[in-house]
């Protein structure tokens, strides 16, 4: 900045020196500290292109999710394909932010363009969030693909997310700045299969009852989501690393405060156990969430050091499960948050007495074991391969080196410094134990959560640590509000039920009869028909207002006719939504005999007489997941023929013999079920119309039924198994971001 004075007059060479410094330009205090306040201007632009390579890969977007200024959110107003953000009073005239998306090239162009409508702070970084989504994911089973760098400083090559998000500058001065292009994060996933174990997540929570045939041959049958049968009762179970910071402790605590709500509001309850573990796992056992939440946040909130023993602590956890049996498994949650840096195993802390050289022979267990056996702290490029070397390895060496941690080995014990490559050693061991023990706990149908944490100063050293966990993530990104999420509601929006009526040929039919109610925690809500379509909901439901909605198909009467019910709304674990309706046996036999053998919840797996061939779910999570299809259990019903006239079955007997196939109890006549599939047929002799003769007092539900509606256009045959497969879920709904400060690289 040059100045005036008369000395100026007389030594033009100085001032225009300063200029030239100035590189030409006029510069003031105040744009001065325009520049100090402001990152960027009004009319500023990011142009961000999703990530593709042609034959190879391709994410679309999926959502806008939201936009913080200094941390706080902004309000959202879409219209069509742009997204407005701002004040309450956010729209198209008056907005902050816009974000304008472009579908047109879903292949190489697909992209938005996010609008600056103000300048924006240095103190308040402006951070927009949103979610893409792999489509064409790979499916060679036990095979890995990319490699996750969580904000691109890795530099590695793909899986991109995106393309290229570029920053079009305007300064406080309204002049246009040069483009600068941000890193670009990459992602990974394995594919279910090969030699190691996979770590599914639990099913969902569901069950199916079907009451015995009154004497009109009518029974009537509920689906339940979760499962009607399931006490209200969770456990959630938290394993943390001494290393874990404040930041995320509050966030757990926030999750259960939630949760808290949630089960005061209705009527349920959760049980939440803390394991903190350093070198030994330390826990309390279970807390009631309700009236001992002041206990769990001294619990989560104490200091521990000396340590880190990943496998302890994962023992601990499992096992605070594993003892509550009085919790249905599909209501188990477990957490495991670490920064994966561990070097010991086992409940009581052992560590194997590996040789090795450093500027003498060594054996001490350590993290920098890693870096003294691979030459380097970086993780290994396929974490599934890795862990198949190890566990051959470990099936050689078995026990042989191990001590008890923080003693001194005999020297037999000690592997031979020379070999040292050879040998599995405490890192080795305590990651594949804990791997192991993690595995183990999802097989179990627990909900089980990898969270990594990122302690200053020490996990950038230990890349391997921080990578394991998110290999135990299967490359998900979690956080305790996607946690809360899963642990409130079974299914979300956009799941669906299918459910076919029971059929087999040539032997029983049963009809689709009427809809009776469907309720959520136990009210029913209001139903209106409109053809062979139902909607429930609040007040006046209809085609534009309603909570769920159920559509018949007549299909053929036979083995097509069937339903559909759609989900459109969160459905709560604590809050379970069953829908109930009647079907009527249309063909009962008139031979003597015993027809069927009844299970009203489908758990003894006898062989007909089916009320349904089958109910599948097809379910979507709290994050647009879409998971396998789940099938309902399937419950059973009888009746027995006796002189010609058949009468609906008895109760089950007390000891129910599951390898009874349902046949005729007298011979000559067989009544008895096939397996209940489309394919299967069965041949019986027939006889004059079946009449009942003593009654039996049928139930009458409440509201009234709802019949379908007669006479109109049917779909014709349509195959069940026309019904797509829901993508398997591969973890790859990676949230991108764009932090309006930082380093950026410049493109010229």
């Known amino acids: 900045m040059p100045i005036g004075s008369s000395a100026g007059e007389s030594y033009p060479w100085g001032p225009s020196f300063v200029k030239y410094l100035a590189d030409g330009k006029t510069v003031s205090f105040e744009d001065i500290k325009n520049d100090i306040l402001y990152a960027v201007d009004r009319d500023s632009t990011v142009e961000d292109y999703m990530g593709w390579v042609k034959d190879d890969y391709n994410f679309d977007l999926k959502s806008i999710d939201r936009l913080t200024v200094g941390g706080r959110e902004l309000s959202k107003w879409k219209d069509g394909n742009t997204v407005y953000f701002g004040n309450e009073d956010v729209n198209a005239a008056q907005y902050r932010f816009k974000v304008e998306y472009d579908p047109s090239d879903k292949e190489g162009g697909e992209h938005f363009i996010w609008t600056m409508n103000e300048a924006v702070k240095n103190n308040e970084p402006v951070q927009l969030t949103y979610t893409v989504k792999l489509v064409n994911p790979k499916n060679n089973p036990g095979e890995s693909y990319g490699r996750y760098d969580e904000d691109g400083s890795e530099e590695y090559d793909g899986l991109y997310t995106n393309q290229k998000a570029v920053l079009h500058p305007v300064g406080s001065d309204q002049e246009k700045g040069k483009t600068e292009v941000f890193s670009k994060p990459t992602v990974s996933y394995t594919i279910p299969g090969g030699e190691l174990p996979t770590i599914p997540e639990g099913g969902t929570s569901k069950s199916k009852t079907a009451e015995q045939l009154d004497e009109n041959f009518k029974s009537q049958v509920a689906l339940s989501l979760p499962s009607a049968e399931e006490q209200l009762v969770s456990d959630v179970v938290l394993v943390l690393d001494k290393s874990t910071s404040t930041g995320l402790k509050e966030q757990a605590l926030e999750m259960l405060q939630n949760l808290k709500k949630e089960v005061q509001e209705k009527g349920a309850k959760v049980k939440v156990g803390v394991v903190l573990f350093n070198k030994e796992a330390h826990t309390d056992g279970f807390m009631d969430l309700e009236t001992q939440y002041e206990a769990i946040e001294a619990a989560i909130c104490q200091e521990i050091k000396s340590g880190t023993n990943l496998h302890a602590g994962i023992l601990a956890g499992k096992s605070m499960l594993d003892q509550d049996t009085g919790v249905a498994d599909e209501r188990k949650t477990l957490v495991v948050v670490s920064d994966g840096i561990t070097y010991m195993f086992n409940e009581n802390p052992t560590a194997v007495a590996w040789g090795f050289m450093a500027d003498s022979p060594k054996h001490f267990a350590g993290p920098d074991n890693w870096k003294s056996k691979y030459g380097n702290n970086q993780a290994p490029t396929d974490w599934n391969a890795w862990l198949t070397g190890i566990g051959a390895r470990l099936s050689e060496q078995k026990d042989t080196h191990d001590y008890p941690y923080g003693t001194e080995p005999d020297a037999s014990l000690i592997t031979p410094v020379e070999e040292a490559g050879n040998y599995v050693n405490s890192i080795d061991k305590a990651l594949y134990l804990s791997y192991e023990a993690y595995a183990q706990a999802a097989s179990e149908g627990y909900h089980c959560y990898a969270m990594p944490i990122t302690p200053p100063g020490t996990a950038s050293n230990y890349e391997w640590g921080?990578?394991?966990?998110?290999?135990?993530?299967?490359?998900?990104?979690?956080?305790?509000?996607?946690?809360?999420?899963?642990?409130?509601?079974?299914?979300?929006?956009?799941?669906?039920?299918?459910?076919?009526?029971?059929?087999?040929?040539?032997?029983?039919?049963?009809?689709?009869?009427?809809?009776?109610?469907?309720?959520?925690?136990?009210?029913?809500?209001?139903?209106?028909?409109?053809?062979?379509?139902?909607?429930?909901?609040?007040?006046?439901?209809?085609?534009?207002?309603?909570?769920?909605?159920?559509?018949?198909?007549?299909?053929?009467?036979?083995?097509?006719e069937m339903f559909t019910w759609y989900i459109e709304e969160p459905v709560s674990n604590f809050a379970p939504v069953q829908l109930t309706y009647t079907v009527k046996l249309i063909n009962p036999k008139t031979a003597d005999g015993t027809y069927g053998k009844y299970d009203r919840d489908g758990s003894q797996h006898y062989e007909g007489l089916y009320t349904n061939q089958e109910a599948v779910l097809y379910p979507v999570d709290s994050h647009g997941n879409e998971y396998r299809p789940e099938e309902f259990a399937k419950p059973t019903v009888s009746y027995v023929v006796e002189h010609g006239t058949p009468e609906p079955g008895p109760a089950p007997t007390p000891t129910p013999n599951p390898d009874n196939n349902g046949g005729g109890s007298h011979g000559g006549h067989g009544g008895g079920s096939s397996s209940g599939s489309k394919k299967s047929s069965t041949t019986t002799a027939s006889g004059p119309a079946a009449q009942p003769t003593e009654p039996v007092t049928p139930v009458v539900p409440e509201p009234q039924p709802v019949v379908p509606a007669e006479g109109l256009p049917k779909t014709g045959d349509t195959d069940r198994m026309d019904v797509p497969m829901a993508l398997l879920a591969i973890g790859m709904m990676a949230a991108a971001y764009v932090l309006m400060t930082g380093r950026k690289k410049t493109e010229e």
Do not use: C
């Open 466 to 560: 921080m990578s394991f966990m998110r290999y135990l993530a299967n490359g998900k990104q979690v956080s305790f509000d996607s946690i809360e999420n899963d642990i409130l509601y079974a299914v979300d929006k956009g799941s669906v039920v299918k459910d076919y009526m029971g059929y087999v040929k040539e032997d029983y039919n049963f009809d689709f009869d009427h809809l009776d109610q469907l309720t959520v925690g136990g009210k029913a809500l209001s139903m209106y028909q409109e053809g062979n379509t139902w909607y429930f909901g609040d007040g006046e439901p209809g085609p534009q207002n309603y909570r769920f909605k159920v559509v018949y198909d007549a299909g053929n009467k036979a083995e097509t």
